[in-house]
Nanobody
Framework: VQLVESGGGLVQAGGSLRLSCAASGNTFSSMFMAWFRQAPGKEREFLAAVNWNGGSTSYSDSAEGRFTISRDNAKYMVYLQMDSLKPEDTAVYYC?????????????????WGQGTQVTVSS
């Protein structure tokens, strides 16, 4: 599976962004997909995961209520809708794929990663 993120950019606090992850590969539609982020000087942080058909999701405390993960298997796409953005959401955002399940949160559990997209939230 190859993953390419897009949709990052500069946004004011309180604004919204929708990140996209374009996937390729025959196994995409059966894999669990997730979004992570990594701020400068910090470890990569799990945000949200979705199961193969979008029917089950999992969120971190920092993402719950503000971020929404979804997928469109027909288009080989995964999305992260981010609302009510805060300056502390500034980071590089990564799309990732795993077989380990929708509750998988450890970086080491993910088999495939995109190159990341920068999100900057100004105050």
């Amino acid at each position: 599976v190859q993953l390419v993120e897009s949709g990052g950019g500069l946004v004011q606090a309180g604004g919204s962004l929708r990140l996209s992850c374009a996937a390729s590969g025959n196994t995409f539609s059966s894999m669990f997909m997730a979004w992570f982020r990594q701020a400068p000087g910090k470890e990569r942080e799990f945000l949200a995961a979705v199961n193969w058909n979008g029917g089950s999701t999992s969120y971190s405390d920092s993402a719950e209520g503000r971020f929404t993960i979804s997928r469109d298997n027909a288009k080989y796409m995964v999305y992260l809708q981010m609302d009510s953005l805060k300056p502390e959401d500034t980071a590089v955002y990564y799309c990732a794929a795993t077989w380990a399940g929708v509750q998988a949160r450890g970086v080491h559990l993910y088999d495939y990663w995109g190159q990341g997209t920068q999100v900057t939230v100004s105050s």
